[in-house]
């Protein structure tokens, strides 16, 4: 048996029907993928910030690295604050175009308000912990994938995808 060739392979392929869904199937397809508001990711990452505060005051009892860990923290809530206030409003909801425009302007203004806060931290936080203020904006980062994993199933209901 001769080996299949490239040519063959993209001549032999043969592209599946799109068929579009009806009222129905897409108000199922809804009720089997909610979607996750934006401020419950904030609400999470803002008492991440807090917890994390809390054990590295418990921890070292040392209020400079205290402050840089919530700095950190503050430092990625903040600016997902901005980013879902941006996308809830009433203009990115007009149409797809305003939306896919609402997403990737309001992601330039939560990464320059980043940015922006970590230059501004050496000036703004006495006896800066760098390594605390990145555990800080690390952590508090790393609260967007365990969103994902936690998503409402109906009312009341959390459900671990798999």
Request: hydrophobic share 55%.
């Amino acid at each position: 048996m001769a080996p299949v060739t490239h040519k063959q392979q993209a001549d032999d392929w043969v592209e599946p029907e799109f068929t579009p869904l009806n009222a129905e199937e897409a108000q199922a397809l809804r009720a089997r993928s909610p979607s996750l508001s934006p401020w419950w990711v904030v609400l999470g990452q803002l008492l991440v910030g807090l917890v994390l505060a809390l054990g590295v005051w418990i921890w070292s009892g040392k209020a400079s690295l205290v402050c840089s860990v919530a700095y950190g923290s503050l430092s990625v809530a903040m600016p997902a604050a901005l980013f879902a206030r941006g996308m809830t409003g009433r203009l990115s909801s007009v149409n797809a175009g305003a939306a896919v425009f609402g997403f990737f302007f309001w992601e330039v203004v939560k990464i320059a308000l980043t940015v922006a806060m970590l230059v501004a931290a050496p000036k703004l936080i006495e006896a800066l912990s760098w390594p605390g203020l990145l555990v800080g904006l690390v952590v508090t980062m790393k609260v967007y994938w365990v969103a994902l994993a936690f998503r409402r199933k109906g009312a009341g209901t959390v459900q671990v995808l798999k």
